[in-house]
């Protein structure tokens, strides 16, 4: 069974930086898309970035872009979601989801994600 663990969330402070990263020691890993995806209190949980399974493929969550940049490092069974200027609504508990899918795609959809970590806090706070 795939298991993810996500790591790097914190507190940090508006327009500052923090990189979060998605791993699995399972091999099967490889053969799935990563989703980011975050929730904040009493909001609905919402699509950040994706990647495919060779890297190729990103999306970014147009509240995110320019700012935010996922990232699969492919020999390391890892995936980064790199936060640059950060701003407090960003606060949020971030999770990275798995979908097998070896096709040149990634989904922004949380239903599509079959297998999920479980969540960093992330603070954006001065």
């Known amino acids: 069974q795939l298991q993810l663990v996500e790591s790097g969330g914190g507190l940090v402070k508006p327009g500052g930086s923090l990189t979060l990263s998605c791993t699995s020691s399972?091999?099967?890993?490889?053969?799935?898309?990563i989703g980011w995806f975050r929730q904040a209190p009493g909001k609905e949980r919402e699509g950040v970035a994706c990647?495919?399974?060779?890297?190729?493929?990103?999306h970014h969550a147009d509240s995110v872009k320019g700012r935010f940049a996922i990232f699969r490092h492919t020999t390391e069974k890892k995936v980064d979601l790199i936060m640059n200027i950060p701003r407090p609504d960003d606060t949020a508990v971030y999770y990275c989801?798995?979908?097998?899918?070896?096709?040149?795609?990634?989904?922004?959809?949380?239903?599509?994600?079959?297998?999920w970590g479980q969540g960093t806090q992330v603070t954006v706070s001065s």
């Open positions: 989801a798995a979908k097998y899918d070896l096709q040149p795609m990634c989904a922004m959809t949380a239903s599509e994600y079959s297998v």
């Open positions: 399972d091999f099967t890993f490889d053969y799935n898309s």
């Open positions: 990647v495919s399974a060779s890297g190729g493929v990103r």
